[in-house]
Nanobody, 117 residues
Framework: QVQLVESGGGLVQPGGSLLLSCAAS????????TNWYHQAPGKERQLVAL?????????????QYRESVKGRFIVSRDNAKNVVYLQMNFLKVEDTGVYYC?????WGQGTQVIVSS
């Protein structure tokens, strides 16, 4: 049974940083692309970052970001620990919302981020 558990959310001032984690179990982690989604209050869930699988392909571990977070967010993975991270820097009020980890059809429960002064 696949399980994804996010952590690391919280309250932070604009310009601050947070490190989100997504711990995965029940699958061969390195074989899967992992996505981070953001759902702002009252809005649809949107993809903000992804990191590709790390299984010997030509694009192993490559990343992609939504335009609004480029240069501020960094996604990385630790295959030994089955964890994907989302380092969030220079946070803005509009980054507020719930952040979800996604692998294939599986979702975590989300972690709340509030950016406010």
């Amino acid at each position: 049974q696949v399980q994804l558990v996010e952590s690391g959310g919280g309250l932070v001032q604009p310009g601050g940083s947070l490190l989100l984690s997504c711990a995965a179990s029940g699958l061969t982690f390195r074989e899967y692309r992992t996505n981070w989604y953001h759902q702002a209050p009252g809005k649809e869930r949107q993809l903000v970052a992804l990191i590709r699988s790390d299984d010997g392909g030509p694009d192993d571990g490559t990343t992609q970001y939504r335009e609004s977070v480029k240069g501020r967010f960094i996604v990385s993975r630790d295959n030994a620990k089955n964890v994907v991270y989302l380092q969030m820097n220079f946070l803005k009020v509009e980054d507020t919302g719930v952040y979800y980890c996604n692998i294939d059809s599986e979702w975590g429960q989300g972690t709340q981020v509030i950016v406010s002064s």
